[in-house]
């Protein structure tokens, strides 16, 4: 067996987080480091633990765990933070999407938890393996570089990135980034350039391509995405659709 990923759980909920440490068990390359039920405690785990997958609750006695994220990152920019929540409807707007790589809701979902978990994986699998067309040590982990539109090289990591969406208008492909703006690469770059930078980028249309981190649903046609970008059209075309449901039940 490889080397264990360390997770931290930080929730002031007991049953939740023996709940979680209990259903974490049945992956094998998964190790609970150890739990924190306050910031200040949590603090102090991250120094014991090292995590590499931290679960981070948003109410917590002593704070709010969105104002912690930035706290976990700069023990350790490459770590996987999922915010854990109860109150989705609350802090969508401001809460998914940011610094953050992923969330999960309470009660605790075995499927969903699963998803996170498969998330997590792919998203170390890419670190460990450089697959990034272009990667570079920058301290940022896996990046890559796409010639934009005014013929600049714009650095992006694919955790930025929702979706590719073809322009008709000015005939070039578009980055949905997760800050809502869009950069408009290169004429004459095809979706086959697109696919080529990670494996996480599938083609749902022949005008979008998804970053299948973000897919959370698959309709007859369009997709709906995980926030920031659960409010964005992503089409589905027929022609595509046999083969992104085969990775989608694969994630």
């Not at 998914?96 to 699963?114: H, M």
């Not at 934009?148 to 073809?166: C, L, Q």
């Not at 926030?227 to 039940?249: A, I, Q, Y």
Request: contains cysteine; charged residues 25%.
């Amino acid at each position: 067996m490889g080397v264990k990923s360390n997770v931290l759980i930080i929730d002031d909920d007991v049953c939740t987080v023996e709940k979680l440490t209990e259903m974490l068990t049945d992956y094998p390359d998964l190790h609970v480091a150890g739990s924190a039920a306050t910031l200040a405690d949590g603090e102090k785990m991250l120094a014991a633990t090292d995590p590499d997958l931290v679960f981070l609750d948003i109410e917590l006695p002593d704070g709010n765990g969105l104002e912690f994220v930035d706290t976990v990152l700069q023990h350790r920019a490459d770590t996987y933070v999922v915010m854990f929540t109860g109150f989705y409807k609350d802090y969508s707007e401001r809460a998914f999407g940011g610094k953050e790589s992923d969330y999960l809701l309470k009660p605790i979902n075995a499927w969903e938890l699963d998803k996170t978990v498969q998330r997590y994986r792919r998203a170390i699998t890419g670190k460990r393996s450089h697959v990034l067309k272009g990667s570079s040590d920058t301290g940022l982990g896996d990046v890559f570089t796409a010639a934009t539109i005014t013929n600049e090289m714009r650095i992006m990591r694919p955790a930025e990135i929702g979706y590719f969406r073809y322009s008709t208008r000015r005939k070039v492909w578009e980055v949905a980034l997760s800050d809502h703006s869009f950069v408009q690469l290169k004429k004459g770059t095809s979706a086959a350039d697109i696919l080529a930078y990670n494996p996480q980028f599938v083609q749902t249309h022949q005008s979008y391509i998804v970053n299948m981190r973000y897919l959370t649903l698959i309709g007859a046609t369009q997709c709906t995405l995980y926030p920031p970008f659960n409010e964005d059209e992503v089409l589905v075309g027929r022609r595509f659709s046999r083969e992104l449901k085969s990775r989608f039940t694969l994630i």
